[in-house]
């Protein structure tokens, strides 16, 4: 859901691009931003930041001592604490395009923004560690492609590889070109430096340490990006009274629902969001959300690097504590941008609803602390692009590379090649960030990009889990069905105009169903004509089955009551819906 693109068409949401525009998206944008945001660094601003490049090549360094096997490169030795699996997972996905994008939803529809967070990603993450994760960490798959090589057959597997080493590279470009077109604006680097630069801190720590160097430099982004934004928030707050002050504001300018997150969600109720409550629950907190967190490798392979079983399980529940307020840091800044600007995002303003954070930071922090602000910009976007390149290269490598082509190996060669994958996958996300320059709808595929891949990956692991008659054959078909429909629903029927959907952000919820329930209704199909997986093959693979690495006994401490992965993962459900009850009146 993350994204940077042109949100000045009233009937597209904020983070769209409209294909149809005659500007490309990166002059739009960036003639803008400098236009009105370039930002009064100095010296001190400047400092702050090399010192944060020092200590990302510093931990680079560090990590590089505990590589020796292609278990170590790739998944860390499977040998870090939850606490450091669990930061490293949530920041892989907080991408500055997250950030930047979400304070723009918040800026041009209010508090809709929390259906990203609390039924969009929240749910989700819990099942992924009670319920998935016993099935990926006990199968002792190196990644999320392996697992369908062991449920179904080399058809699922190498299509999932394919798929997924392709998207990888392409939002790890979009991260880059992101980037370049924000720094450019902000601080008057020319893109292609913007664009090197980072291409080359990423490359060097995660082919010094692998897995190990990107999760731990996840951590520390973790923290740099909130010390970014809480400045942010809290200045912003105080600036236009409070809460109170804000909310008031807003409900005089703008309408009573802008404030709330249910309000005109109605059937057959018009909002600028194209979504009722039906396709909000189903589209985007069932089948986008839980294609994303159940299967994306990005997210699946920091808890894959867990000491243990329950360390594993932890992770993404660990991660959804800080992931239910960290929407108050993305979506309050957009808020105050609505009030402080009236008039932002549309043709009476100079200011687009993708520069509210942008706006903020020039308006309202001085040296030093601005200095915190564009390191932890900067960290966000190195953080979402470190996540896609390591994934990448551990898919490569290990379903494709040493499934298909050399076979048999020593494992030095692997870790060889896993260094020079990760290069050449830099390097192409180098290329997709230049070739990103002149489309002006490639934000819009970012958009899309979890409904045509995740959603259908999604159905074919939860038929593929939950019914031992799934056949072998059907993994592949589904997977192929699923993803052929959501582009079908996307690129014909909605961008062709044969069925009415009020925005993009409403046809990506469609496309997703289509997506899933086509994916599923293949999968049924080929079963019924093709033969089951003998149920011997099955064992830790379907629910109700058992392998010997799910009996794995809970490590030291782990059997505190307050580490149990069941309280975690209520307490957070608990928590997120406790979350939307003063704004749902």
């Not at 993009?504 to 093709?530: H, K």
Request: net charge negative.
């Amino acid at each position: 859901m993350e994204n940077l693109a042109d949100p000045s068409d009233p009937a597209g949401p904020a983070g769209l691009a409209d294909p149809s525009g005659t500007a490309g998206l990166a002059a739009d944008l960036a003639a803008d931003l400098a236009a009105e945001l370039r930002l009064p660094v100095d010296w001190l601003d400047y400092t702050i930041l090399a010192v944060y490049f020092v200590v990302v090549l510093g931990i680079g360094f560090a990590a590089r001592r505990s590589v020796r096997t292609s278990l170590d490169f790739f998944l860390s030795g499977r040998s870090l604490p939850a606490w450091v699996t669990g930061l490293a997972f949530i920041a892989a996905n907080l991408g500055a395009t997250e950030i930047l994008g979400m304070a723009a939803n918040s800026a041009q529809y209010g508090v809709y923004t929390t259906h990203w967070y609390w039924i969009g990603a929240i749910p989700a993450m819990v099942f992924l560690g009670l319920v998935m994760m016993p099935f990926y960490y006990g199968s002792k798959v190196r990644s999320v492609p392996e697992f369908l090589l062991l449920r179904f057959d080399r058809g699922a597997h190498l299509l999932s590889s394919v798929l997924f080493a392709f998207a990888a590279i392409l939002i790890a470009g979009v991260n880059l070109y992101a980037l370049a077109i924000v720094v450019e604006a902000l601080l008057g680097w020319p893109e292609w430096v913007s664009i090197v630069v980072a291409g080359i801190f990423v490359l060097a720590y995660i082919t010094l340490g692998g897995l190990s160097s990107a999760i731990y430099n996840e951590v520390l982004q973790f923290f740099v990006i909130l010390a970014a934004l809480i400045p942010i928030t809290v200045l912003g707050l105080k600036k236009v009274g409070g809460w109170d002050g804000l909310s008031d504001s807003l409900t005089e300018s703008r309408e009573p629902d802008f404030v709330t997150a249910w309000g005109g969600t109605g059937i057959g109720s018009d909002n600028p969001l194209g979504a009722n409550w039906l396709t909000i629950v189903l589209g985007l907190g069932f089948v986008l959300s839980f294609g994303y967190w159940t299967t994306n490798f990005a997210e699946v392979q920091r808890a894959l690097s867990a000491k243990n079983l329950s360390a594993a399980q932890r992770t993404p529940l660990i991660a959804a504590f800080p992931k239910i307020f960290i929407v108050f840091l993305v979506m309050i800044p957009g808020l105050v941008a609505a009030v402080l600007v009236p008039r932002i995002g549309t043709s009476e303003s100079d200011l687009q609803y993708n520069d509210a954070i942008p706006y903020l930071m020039e308006d309202l922090l001085p040296n030093g602390v601005l200095g915190i602000a564009v390191t932890g910009l900067l960290a966000a976007f190195m953080a979402g692009m470190a996540a896609n390149v390591s994934s990448f290269n551990t898919v490569f490598t290990t379903d494709i590379w040493a499934k298909y082509v050399v076979r048999d190996r020593q494992d030095g060669y692997y870790v060889r090649f896993g260094r020079l994958i990760t290069a050449i996958g830099v390097l192409a996300s180098i290329g997709t960030a230049f070739l990103a320059s002149s489309f002006s709808n490639i934000m819009s595929y970012l958009q899309t990009l979890f409904s045509f891949f995740n959603v259908p990956m999604f159905v074919v692991f939860i038929i593929g889990m939950f019914w031992r008659r799934a056949s072998m054959k059907s993994g592949f078909w589904g997977l192929l069905a699923g993803t052929t429909a959501a582009m079908i629903n996307y690129f014909v029927l909605y961008k062709r105009d044969v069925i009415d959907i009020p925005s993009d952000q409403g046809a990506n919820f469609v496309s997703a169903i289509a997506g899933f329930v086509a994916g599923a209704v293949v999968m049924v199909a080929v079963s019924l004509f093709t033969a089951p997986k003998p149920d011997a093959d099955l064992q830790g693979l379907v629910y109700g089955t058992r392998s010997p690495g799910m009996d794995e006994p809970p490590g030291e401490g782990d059997d505190a009551w307050y580490r149990r992965p069941a309280l975690l993962g209520w307490g957070a459900i608990v928590l997120a819906a406790a979350c939307y009850i003063p704004f749902s009146f």
